[in-house]
């Protein structure tokens, strides 16, 4: 019985770890696809410069709050599987 609780928990807390480490894989590529997009786009008509900016700033700190809100989604499975309250 102990031995499923803990084996549940291990497993549990694995998947909370892997999980976070996707969410800050996916973020690192959706940042860096965003601004090598928005740098093509820029050299491509310097004129638009500051709306491509700006858009590309709202975009970015969009992806920065997802990417935030399922790592703290990770950290509390984490922390309440293992007991930690």
């Given at each position: 019985m102990l031995t499923s609780i803990l084996l549940t928990a291990g497993f549990a807390?694995?998947?909370a770890?892997?999980?976070a480490g996707i969410v800050a894989i996916g973020a690192g590529l959706g940042?860096?696809?965003i601004g090598g997009q928005a740098m093509?786009?820029?050299a491509r008509q310097p004129e638009a410069?500051?709306?491509i900016q700006g858009a590309m700033l709202i975009i970015?700190?969009?992806i920065e709050v997802v990417s935030l809100f399922a790592a703290v989604i990770c950290l509390l499975i984490a922390l309440n599987i293992a007991g930690i309250s």
């Amino acid at each position: 019985m102990l031995t499923s609780i803990l084996l549940t928990a291990g497993f549990a807390l694995m998947g909370a770890g892997i999980g976070a480490g996707i969410v800050a894989i996916g973020a690192g590529l959706g940042i860096g696809r965003i601004g090598g997009q928005a740098m093509e786009s820029i050299a491509r008509q310097p004129e638009a410069a500051g709306k491509i900016q700006g858009a590309m700033l709202i975009i970015a700190a969009l992806i920065e709050v997802v990417s935030l809100f399922a790592a703290v989604i990770c950290l509390l499975i984490a922390l309440n599987i293992a007991g930690i309250s």
